[in-house]
């Protein structure tokens, strides 16, 4: 990545860490996060025009407290410290940090004292601003000057026009803090001298570079899911090395409707990448059978996957390299990984026996997941399926609780391209992280015509969440949710009623299996 002007985020634990390094890459500047006690010469070999230091839940005076590489002020480049960032960068430059009596969460305002340092030049002389913190500055080290003070006299705000020194107390990451993006916007150009190297186009010429440096003139087979991930990796590799890249497409007969008929229009007769359609439906759907229990039927999935696909990469016997659409969440190495990596276990299925021994190609290793979706439309992807939501490895088997059959899959596939369709129509599609339909497994009593009905509920659920951890149910219009039942009712087979999930997570999950 070197070849893109870089910002070093070291993370302190904060759970805003990541959100620091979507903000930065938004402006067009690429952003790295490191581990805080990371080997320095990573740090140095990265030649950051920048470092920026999170928050994070420490007191600096407490025991074992994650403390300022020496690195951090040697590089001699501008540094932000982000709230414990800056407390740590006070007290390493002789300031002074006081334990707070009580914690200051939530929104606050601060007043501006200098206007005209670089951090805030042309700001109005208060904003609105994210507090999280306990401990403060109470002395500022030599040097710095004190930019902002919030309303009761804390020192919110610390800089050096000079060594370009600077430290928040508040968050300028979060969208509670209006003016954070031009306060990061001041850091990355004003101060750091950024030119916005960091665009979808220039990440293409260089993801194409690499995949033909690192791929020569072997093969790469790869397994297309019908999701965005996979089909950038798809197309990258396939503008780089045209016909050394082979794809697999696994129907496991619990995919949503017409997924597989796009993915062949879509790459094959669109991009006229070779591509290996596999109809497996059969061979799942008989394992499946009589299975209600939801871990259970994940492991047969996981497990009829990978026989299915190693069967097929087999045959492709001269394939040396597999692509893989792990992105950055996925591999960033930082004191908040731990649930990157639990998330990543989850998501397992569709991973390869390691015995077959191909060399991974990772292109979107650097990306999150807003600008996969970026380098998508900018290859020229369609817009349904770069926007599409997210969809589990074992698929519809999860939305259908008790017994998964065929009958079962087609009334659900229905319901819900009914409940995405109108979701598109409405253009609410986009603003929803995840939408689906869910097919119980009891009948209810309804009414049809002059004649009693005893058919199946289908339950609609839409999430909104950033990051899938904690999600809350879209509010969505009642006029809209109306015509969907509607539809269903009148359109699918077997199904006198609808109903919508209110239900937040946690304590619920999203899928409901
Ligand atoms: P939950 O239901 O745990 O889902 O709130 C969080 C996110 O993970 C997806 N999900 C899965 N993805 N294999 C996957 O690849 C799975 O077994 C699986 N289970 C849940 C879910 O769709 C949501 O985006």
Known sequence: MSSYETIVILDYGSQYTQLIARRVREQHVYAEILPWDVDPARVAALSPAGIILSGGPNSVYDEGAPTLPEIVIEAKVPVLGICYGMQLLAQRLGGQVARGTAREYGPAKVHIERQDALLFGGLADTLAVWM???????AVPDGLAVLARSENGIVAAIGDDVRRLYGTQFHPEVHHTPQGVEILHRFLYDICGCQ????????????????????GDGHVVLGLSGGVDSAVVATLIHRAVGDQLTCIFVDTGLMRRDEGHQVAETFNEALGMRLVMVDASTRFLAALAGVVDPEEKRRIIGEQFIRVFEAEARRLNDAKFLGQGTIYPDVIESAGSATAHRIKSHHNVGGLP???????????????KDEVRQVGLALGLPEKLVWRHP???????VRILGEVTRERVA?????????????????LYRGIAQAFAVLLPVRSVGVMGDGRTYANVVSLRAVTTEDFMTADWARLPYELLGRVANRIVNEVADVNRVVYDVSSKPPATIEWE
């Open 354 to 368: 390691e015995d077959m021994d191909l060399r991974l190609v990772e292109p979107l290793r650097s990306l999150f």
């Open 391 to 397: 969809f589990p490895g074992p698929g519809l088997a």
């Open 411 to 427: 009334t659900l596939q229905a319901a819900d391209a009914i409940f995405l369709d109108e979701l598109w129509d409405a253009g």
């Open 196 to 215: 916005g190297s960091w665009t979808p186009g220039a990440f293409i010429e260089q993801a194409v570079a690499d995949i033909r440096a690192q791929v």
């Open 132 to 138: 999280s913190h306990g401990d403060r500055v109470v």
